[in-house]
């Protein structure tokens, strides 16, 4: 009896492990059906623009930084019309990813930029630009004015101290936007004025924190008061303020 008795209790600890292998093997082929239902989710999915921002999506742009074909690749399978520039400059200035949207928004033209931000413009655009401009305005954006993306200097201007992302044209600076029916949304004019263009000043700032990885605007300092600074410094991540 005790013999039989035992030989029961071995299968059902042996029944109780198949049993867990089988629901451990349902939630692994679930989860991976899941995440290729969910590339903004999946870290080892290719970054497509195409694809809603995911948990994965702020580490596959920093990770780009370094990895300028990699990047444009990136814009190639997203559709994204881009024009390769030769590289330029010197020392600590020298920008040997230049790389410039052909049909993006920017006024006055759109500038060399690295590739990173250039993907970071787009995603913020479509993600947040369009849907909040017609959501509080009724209206699409036709221009986007920038204050510049390159400048060879220290941060703030200083003789010494860190490079600026300015630098190496990791960076651009947002002033405004123009609207289709003719409103003009400005940085300086509008961060403490009119409620509706308050609003969406506020709502692109916050936006622009899952695209890029340093957003500064007027909240920050006062050297911002005229404009947002966008940067992709793959030291710092979800610097918004």
Known sequence: MKF?????IGKFVLDRRVLALLVLASLLIAARAWLAAHPEHNPWAPLSLDDPQGWATQQKLLALRDDVPACRAVLERSGVAFNVLDPAGEGECRRTDRTQLS???LSPGVPATTCPVAIAMELWK????????EEIFGSSITR?????AYSCRRIYGRDEGAWSEHATANALDIAGFVLEDGRRISVLGDW???ADKALFLREVRDGACTAFSTVLSPDYNAAHADHFHLDMDSRWTSVCR
């Open 103 to 105: 049909t993006f928004p």
């Open 126 to 133: 479509k993600d947040t630009l369009e849907p909040k401009a």
């Open 192 to 194: 403490d004025g009119e």
């Open 144 to 148: 986007i004015e920038h204050l510049g």
């Open 4 to 8: 039989t008795l035992s030989r029961h």
